[in-house]
T-cell receptor
Framework: EPEVTQTPSHQVTQMGQEVILRCVPI?????FYWYRQILGQKVEFLVS????????KSEIFDDQFSVERPDGSNFTLKIRSTKLEDSAMYFC????????????????FGPGTRLTVL | SQKIEQNSEALNIQEGKTATLTCNYT??????LQWYRQDPGRGPVFLLL?????KEKRKERLKVTFDTTLKQSLFHITASQPADSATYLC?????????FGKGTMLLVSP
């Protein structure tokens, strides 16, 4: 069964450093997403991506964050200068666009990357 | 701002019983509502989606109801099993977003 994969599973970095989190969405999906979950808190939407551009983004997704689909399979989240409060589990997700929209399609989540900022 | 409330306390039930989880929302009129399961340290896994014009949706032992007047969804697991123990997340669908509640932990004891 197709699945979303994410690398690395755990990333430790120093405050102020840049990190790139990588995701391989399900191959025939057209919508891609990043979410984060701080320990003990809810899953929070960061950004959605469709047709090689950002579709929506939350207030969390400020200028320190960027996303890219560098080739036909990978989808990346870059944090330019990490802060302590960026420590969280980051989930990538993808969905199909049956019927032309993302909002009534289930999202398939990856296993997550745990980011620890020291 | 949008607010989604799920019971913060864990729900403990015995195997074989029906578990009922509640999701209430305010300041929002979603056309779609989704339920996900999340195990510790794992990503959410989709369970069911219900549209605003559907009152009820079933899948095997799972049932979801959606009352847009009350702004509430109920999620039922019948004949619960210890393997159903997990956190269950309610999510409201935007155009290309999901807004999650904090989730309710379900513990099914043998």
């Amino acid at each position: 069964e197709p699945e979303v994969t994410q690398t690395p599973s755990h990333q430790v970095t120093q405050m102020g450093q840049e990190v790139i989190l990588r995701c391989v969405p399900i191959s025939n999906h057209l919508y891609f997403y990043w979410y984060r979950q701080i320990l003990g808190q809810k899953v929070e939407f960061l950004v959605s991506f469709y047709n090689n551009e950002i579709s929506e983004k939350s207030e969390i997704f400020d200028d320190q964050f960027s996303v890219e689909r560098p080739d036909g399979s990978n989808f990346t989240l870059k944090i330019r200068s990490t802060k302590l409060e960026d420590s969280a589990m980051y989930f990538c997700a993808s969905s199909d666009s049956v019927g032309g929209g993302a909002y009534y399609n289930e999202q398939f989540f990856g296993p997550g990357t745990r980011l620890t900022v020291l | 701002s949008q607010k989604i409330e799920q019971n913060s306390e864990a729900l403990n039930i015995q195997e074989g019983k029906t578990a009922t989880l509640t999701c209430n929302y305010t300041n929002y009129s979603p056309a779609y509502l989704q339920w996900y399961r999340q195990d510790p340290g794992r990503g959410p896994v989709f369970l069911l989606l219900i549209r605003e014009n559907e009152k009820e949706k079933r899948k095997e032992r799972l049932k979801v109801t959606f009352d847009t007047t009350l702004k509430q969804s109920l999620f039922h697991i019948t004949a619960s099993q210890p393997a159903d123990s997990a956190t269950y997340l309610c999510a409201l669908s935007g155009y290309s977003t999901l807004t999650f509640g904090k989730g309710t932990m379900l513990l099914v004891s043998p």
